[in-house]
């Protein structure tokens, strides 16, 4: 018999988290692929030792934005070269960002100049979700079939933002394609009606210091958008994942629909955790440094998120990374109204390691909860498993070695993304992702940057969902 070729790299003893258990045995890689998990693996050409480390599966980052076209009027700070580098040394080893198109464009169009500015920049693999900002009769017939065949197989709609919403009838439109072809429809569940009634009360009666952008983003919108996506998607059958879950009653809702039964997913994002409206509520612009939306909520929602993490509500914890300049935020200068602001924070390369400290350190979550949260749950979502998403045989070797002891004080000095600051400076997490591993490469070794640009690969995504042939009970009644 021919003797078994040795693995290309073995991780040695470390606390490897699987999806039921976290066990001290080695990783064996040949490949790019895991091939072996066990004790005492023989020696592979590269060894790891990992004893006293958390060996996780690298993070999915289903929601960031990176090179997406102009957004209120200027591009992403983040393209795919810094977009990627700064996830990957956060710990993360796949990302899904947006081709955005907006009204009037070809959607196909849009996904190949994307192509052209990924593939030669991406440090780690992506692919892509499929903003749908005009459905008409070529992009739901034609174009968005296409691109679900070729591996792009989520679409997101918005319920707000000129250029982009939908309305309650496009909406439905789109998730009976989705229904028909098995993809995942994200959800930005705000009221857009309630944002230009408040705004332009706020505005008239001056009050347009950044902490009424809180308050132009009302939670009860937020709550009736998500109410309202719930039930399109109940009339068509079909899933849906509602987006940056916010707020109490959102949760209450979402809760609501999968005690009956509703396929319903969610996700929240660490500015629900870690940021508060306070931060937005400074005298002078440096708040716009935390202006997203839906905009982080009163301390006091903060209880709420955990809760519905706790109890599976939101499943799914990503970034929303959508990085600006410091100098873009207040571009408009001193006294800019807050509807003025643009929206959007980084995120990419803090999301986990807060979720880490705060969560598994705090002792609120499991290390599986942790995974499954940040790698495991989105990528069965959004057809990235079982190639990615967990640490098993077969899967790709995408994996993320922690130091669950080391405190470090978040700065912007330590991040890699493009953008000049952090809305978390200064806050102290303990556990932080050491070494990552893409596809059997170490690509980010405790400082040091292994990977070139070019080598991250498109994933052509599965669908989540079977496609459904058979009409709905509504036309079927
Ligand atoms: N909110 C989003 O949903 N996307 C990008 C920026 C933002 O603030
Ligand atoms: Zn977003």
Redesign the pocket.
Known sequence: MMPAKPYDLVIRRGRVVLPDATRQIDIGVRDGVIAALGPDLPEGKHEVAAEGRIVLPGGVDS?C?MDQQP?EGKATADDFNTGTLSAMCGGTTTVVPFAMQMRGQSLRDIVEDYHERARPKAHIDYGFHLIVGDPSAEVLGNEIPQLIAEGCTSIKI?LT?DGLKLDDYEVLNVLDLARAHGAMVMV?AENDACIRWLTEKFIAARKTELRYHEKAHSAIGDREATFRAISLSELIETPILV??VAADGAVEEIRRAKARGLPIYAETCPQYLFLSAEDIDTHDLSGSKC?????PRDKSNQPAIWAGILDGTLEVFSS?H?PWHYADKIAGGPGTPFHRI????PGVETRLALLFSAGVNGGLISLQKFADLTSGAPARLFGLAPRKGQIAVGADADIAIWDPDRSVTISNSLLHHATDYTPYEGQVVKGWPVMTISRGDIVWDDGKILAEPGRGQFIARERPFPPQQGLSKVLAS
């Open positions: 929601h934005h957004w918005y933002y930005h987006s940056h202006v997203c939306t839906p905009p929303d959508s643009p929206n959007g924070i």
